[in-house]
């Protein structure tokens, strides 16, 4: 989950805890694949608040905190799940620490480490928000000297691989 988050190494011990908590309150073998809250109560658990992990997150703010014109809402990742109490732990990377709220909006289609990505909105206007970073000007006998590099390290790359397959 860490590695394919992206997410800072700070928070290993969170996501170590996610991890725990979702295989405890998952399926268990040995219950017959049933859910152990399921077997213990014999009530079917809602499994509705589970959440797709490092998704981006909107935090309410607290009114009392914020100003009129200030944003009502924190842009965070969600990291977890409350220990003692009901609700979801997120990351605040502009401020650098954790949240912890109930009051939140999921955005599960936007994960962490596509979140640079995003801030141009869809995925089709972050092409046209890239559009305009300056290209170096490369002189024709540069590019074809580094042309000769690339093409040298492919066929070296290239034999070596018809060497290990022969």
């Known amino acids: 989950m860490w590695i394919h988050a992206r997410l800072p190494k700070i928070l290993g011990a969170n996501v170590v805890n996610t991890a725990a908590y979702l295989?405890?309150?998952?399926?268990?073998?040995?219950?017959?694949?049933?859910?152990p809250e399921e077997a213990w109560s014999g009530k079917e658990?809602?499994?509705?608040?589970?959440?797709?992990?490092?998704?981006?997150?909107?935090?309410h703010i607290d009114s009392t905190d914020i100003s009129k014109h200030d944003p009502k809402s924190v842009i965070c990742t969600f990291i977890g799940y409350g220990i003692n109490q009901f609700g979801y732990r997120f990351w605040d990377d502009k401020?650098?620490?954790i949240i912890r709220s109930r009051d939140v909006i999921f955005n599960k289609k936007i994960m962490?480490?596509?979140?640079?990505k995003s801030a141009c909105?869809?995925?089709?206007?972050?092409?046209?928000?890239?559009?305009?970073?300056?290209?170096?000007e490369i002189s024709e006998s540069d590019l074809n000297s580094?042309?000769?590099i690339i093409l040298k390290i492919l066929f070296q790359?290239?034999?070596?691989?018809?060497?290990?397959?022969?």
């Open 23 to 35: 295989i405890n309150f998952g399926p268990s073998i040995s219950l017959d694949r049933e859910e």
């Open 45 to 59: 658990v809602n499994l509705s608040f589970l959440k797709v992990f490092s998704c981006v997150s909107y935090v």
């Open 95 to 97: 401020n650098r620490k």
């Open 112 to 116: 962490y480490k596509d979140r640079d």
């Open 121 to 136: 909105g869809s995925e089709s206007e972050s092409v046209t928000c890239h559009e305009h970073v300056e290209l170096e």
């Open 146 to 148: 580094r042309i000769r």
């Open 157 to 166: 790359k290239l034999s070596h691989i018809l060497i290990l397959n022969s």
